[in-house]
């Protein structure tokens, strides 16, 4: 996942500079969603299927070189889509969109793979909430290069199926794979065991079974089958927070850390998306929907997953000299609780500005995109500011035995 989590980052910073870039050329929030979507979250979340089905499967992984050439050729779709869009040459869009399809239909195969043959079945139902993200971007990404290349020219069907472009990517894609992912990811986070799965058996197919149902009721102008398909979603999403309560209910040795925190604002992030598309999605309120979507969808819900489990994933996945991944996961730390309450209370205020007469859009997007900064900057000196002697300290006193 290193190479992965390596080219994601560069895509991340890149979404991060390009913010007051679109502002200022007036671009629009295209860019930004498109580069952390495409670039930074996407081939996080190729890497992070392909690891985390290896590992919790037992199974055998992909060659190196073999998921060197998927990480090249998502890279390749990505640039090609946003250089087609930035440009606006449609034909540059659609290869890109085609080569980006074409390789997430290879991952999503490999992964499915994966899971068909592994030996530990206790964690199967990530591998289910894995296929159904990977069918949920191709449709996504699909209906993303039609809408580039002009295929909808009457107004109502390009804002109806641009809802249901964002919404199979942002909840389909990103969302499924993250809450298939936080079932081992959030109680390994908080070195807590991870409860039994049972419960949440049903929580992949309401989730995606209510995506098909919106994108059929969006499409075909059926307000109240889209707004159902958002129930049936949220019901998913709630059977699974219902498993968040039972892994934080267990008794813990330590603080929650700064990622388990990002994942569960994110999960938060996911609900109250959700909840609003029902309303925007039943009211055929295109602008309500892409409001919510991109504030607490691509950024409440995926963009801060992504930070929040960089937090933890990026020291773990380097060489396993235990006091010094234990100062690096530390470094993590370093001004985390303000760095999650700055970027979610800037998220709330961008949506209420967005939404409301409230002036707050403004100070909103500059005090969220200051604990991304932060977050992106950690996430690349991580190692250095673990050598430091008041890390140090921190990092012992964090990890020192708890008294009886």
């Not at 206790?122 to 580039?148: E, N, P, W």
């Not at 925190?261 to 909840?275: D, E």
């Not at 530390?330 to 303000?338: F, K, P, T, V, Y």
Request: glycine share 10%; charged share 10%; net charge positive.
């Amino acid at each position: 996942m290193s190479d992965h989590n390596l080219s994601a980052r560069v895509w991340a910073t890149a979404a991060a500079a390009a913010v007051p870039i679109a502002s200022a050329l007036g671009i629009g929030w295209w860019l930004p969603i498109h580069l952390a979507m495409l670039g930074a979250a996407s081939q996080a979340i190729v890497g992070g299927q392909l690891m985390f089905s290896t590992t919790l499967g037992l199974s055998r992984g992909p060659a190196r070189s073999q998921s060197l050439t998927q990480l090249v050729l998502l890279n390749l779709g990505a640039a090609l889509v946003v250089g087609g869009r930035l440009w606006s040459w449609p034909g540059v869009l659609v290869v890109g969109a085609s080569i980006f399809v074409a390789t997430i239909c290879w991952v999503t195969w490999q992964v499915h793979l994966l899971w068909r043959r592994s030996i530990n079945r206790r964690f199967s139902i990530t591998g289910t909430f894995y296929l159904l993200a990977g069918l949920s971007i191709i449709i996504g990404a699909s209906i993303g290069g039609a809408l580039g290349s002009g295929a909808f020219d009457d107004a109502s069907s390009y804002l109806a199926h641009r809802g249901v472009h964002m919404t199979l990517n942002i909840l389909g894609w990103a969302g499924l794979t993250i809450v298939g992912t936080a079932v081992t990811l959030l109680p390994t986070v908080l070195h807590v065991r991870a409860p039994k799965l049972h419960s949440i058996a049903i929580a992949p197919w309401l989730m995606s079974g209510g995506l098909g149902l919106l994108s059929m009721g969006a499409t075909l102008s059926q307000e109240h089958l889209a707004g159902a398909g958002m129930v049936c979603y949220v019901v998913g999403l709630l059977a699974f927070g219902m498993y968040v309560r039972r892994i934080l209910v267990i008794p813990r040795r330590r603080k929650i850390p700064t990622a388990a925190l990002h994942l569960i604002a994110a999960l938060v992030w996911a609900t109250v998306t959700s909840v609003g598309l029902i309303v925007s999605f039943t009211r055929a309120d295109p602008s309500l929907t892409r409001n919510l979507l991109v504030v607490g969808g691509a950024s409440g819900l995926v963009f801060q997953a992504l930070i929040g489990a960089w937090s933890f994933l990026l020291p773990s996945t380097r060489p396993p000299v235990p006091a010094r991944r234990r100062r690096e996961l530390i470094a993590m730390e370093l001004g985390g609780r303000a760095q999650v309450l700055a970027y979610n209370a800037g998220l709330v205020a961008v949506l209420i500005g967005l939404e409301t007469s409230i002036d707050s859009s403004l100070w909103g997007i500059a005090l969220t995109w200051s604990a991304a900064v932060w977050a992106i900057a950690k996430s690349w000196s991580f190692p250095l500011l673990a050598t430091l002697p008041w890390v140090r300290i921190y990092s012992e006193r964090w990890w020192a035995a708890p008294e009886d």
